[in-house]
């Protein structure tokens, strides 16, 4: 009796050692992160005897299963046995998975159970558009492309490629901001000069997606139009030639009208000069030395002024045709 008093107590902290070990629950996955409308899993193994199981996701009671087998639930929520003949499996499944889901998702067992709690985060795949559609544009020309992604959670990753190579992210520029329900919007904007014809293919992409968000444009590169450079070069070339012209011709009008104004004053200087001679010639100078002399003829005894030298001179003449005759002028 006494080896058996001494033993028991042994047993006992063994029994409810052992009992605590397996009244555990273990659930996978921890965190999970799904895209917005799809349908998600998750497991609950609990070791030992359990009656009732109980699911809460965001705090809200949403599903009951009980050992037999029976399942009360709500829409959207399901639970079954993972195995027929095991029952400490239990596959708790969510569909449609909205934005309100997102949060704590919990697995309560009835008895010395200590609950067990994953984190449910939810991602959203917006819409993806490049603007402005198919380029036409001459070679070594530079093209801009600007792609928008509306509508996101979280912010997503944007790439551009080139016939399917991708491009470098020093070319395009990228830059995001939030909206209205926790949406991000993002734009990307892509820049380089044409070289030839190609396809451009922007991209946008978040964990859950198993492919990309996608949105082609084609870019045509033509060789430069010469015409136009020709036709541009006449022009400007017409145009300095037109005024080289205009100005040809004012330079000329001046120095042709500096001409004539110096031909016109030289004449009038020449004809002052003439008049000048004229003027102080010895001929012409007759009777004006002394305006006051006299002319007297010794057989007529008349007497002529400066003024009448006119008149003197026809009759000198006249007598002359007549008469030989010696007139000594004072």
């Not at 052992?18 to 999970?32: F, G, W």
């Not at 012209?245 to 031909?263: A, E, R, S, T, W």
């Not at 305006?291 to 000198?316: K, L, M, R």
Request: hydrophobic share 40%.
């Amino acid at each position: 009796m006494m080896v058996l008093w001494k033993i028991s107590p042994v047993l006992l902290c063994i029994s409810i050692l052992l009992r605590s070990v397996k009244m555990e629950i273990q659930l996978e996955p921890m965190n999970a992160t799904i895209l917005l409308g799809s349908d998600i899993q998750f497991y609950a193994s609990v070791q030992g005897s359990w009656d009732v199981m109980t699911w809460q996701v965001g705090g809200f009671q949403v599903l009951t299963i009980q050992k037999n087998g029976e399942v009360t639930s709500e829409n959207r929520f399901s639970a079954m046995f993972c195995q027929d003949t095991d029952t400490s499996c239990v596959q708790f499944t969510i569909y449609n998975i909205s934005r309100a889901d997102a949060g704590l998702v919990s697995c309560i067992v009835q008895g010395s159970y200590a609950p067990k709690t994953a984190n449910l985060s939810v991602q959203e795949s917006g819409t993806l558009h490049i603007l402005g559609g198919n380029q036409t544009v001459n070679q070594v020309q530079q093209v801009q492309f600007q792609c928008i992604a509306a509508g996101w959670y979280p912010t997503p990753s944007i790439s551009w490629s080139e016939n399917g190579q991708a491009v470098d992210s020093s070319v395009f520029n990228t830059t995001s901001s939030s909206i209205s329900g926790g949406l991000y919007n993002s734009t990307s904007i892509l820049r380089f000069y044409a070289s030839s014809s190609t396809a451009i293919t922007c991209s946008a992409t978040i964990s859950t997606l198993q492919k990309p968000l996608s949105d082609d444009v084609f870019l045509t590169v033509v060789p430069p139009d010469w015409t136009v450079l020709v036709a541009v070069v006449v022009s400007f070339g017409s145009c300095a030639l037109l005024v080289l012209l205009i100005v040809g011709i004012v330079f000329y009008n001046k120095q042709k009208k500096g001409k004539q104004l110096n031909y016109t004053d030289e004449m009038r200087r020449v004809r002052t000069q003439s008049h000048i001679s004229s003027v102080t010639s010895p001929e012409n100078r007759r009777g004006q030395d002394n305006p006051s002399f006299q002319v007297y003829t010794a057989e007529s005894g008349d007497v002529f002024s400066n003024q009448d030298s006119g008149c003197y001179d026809a009759q000198v003449k006249q007598a002359q045709s007549t008469k030989h005759r010696h007139v000594t002028i004072v």
